[in-house]
Nanobody, 121 residues
Framework: QVQLVESGGGLVQDGGSLRLSCLASGSIVSIAAMGWYRQAPGKQRELVATMTSGGSTNYADSVKGRFTISRDNAKKTVYLQMNSLKPEDTAVYYC???????????????WGQGTQVTVSS
């Protein structure tokens, strides 16, 4: 069984910083892309940033220059460093990863349970 567990969310003031972490655990052979999505109240879930196993990144325009995604493949962990946070960044942040489990022949898309990020003005 594979699980993604996020941590690091919280309440921060406008202009502040937070670092999110997401650990993949369970019977894992390999992980392809890992990334972060977010969903604000009343809005659809949207991509924040993704990173391939080779290190290629993709960011939403709204976070470019402020957020940085990174990963430690040995630790099966992906991070999101969020700087210069704005009230409009307030959302539940979800970790996402394409994971090949032990005994499996294909990659399965997995989601974490989400972590709340609230930016006060």
């Amino acid at each position: 069984q594979v699980q993604l567990v996020e941590s690091g969310g919280g309440l921060v003031q406008d202009g502040g910083s937070l670092r999110l972490s997401c650990l993949a655990s369970g019977s894992i052979v390999s992980i392809a892309a890992m990334g972060w999505y977010r969903q604000a109240p009343g809005k659809q879930r949207e991509l924040v940033a993704t990173m391939t196993s080779g290190g290629s990144t993709n960011y939403a325009d709204s976070v470019k220059g402020r957020f940085t995604i990174s990963r430690d493949n040995a630790k099966k962990t992906v991070y999101l460093q969020m700087n210069s946070l704005k009230p409009e960044d307030t959302a539940v942040y979800y970790c996402n990863a394409d994971i090949r489990p032990i005994g499996g022949t294909v990659y399965v898309n997995c989601w974490g349970q989400g972590t709340q990020v609230t930016v006060s003005s």
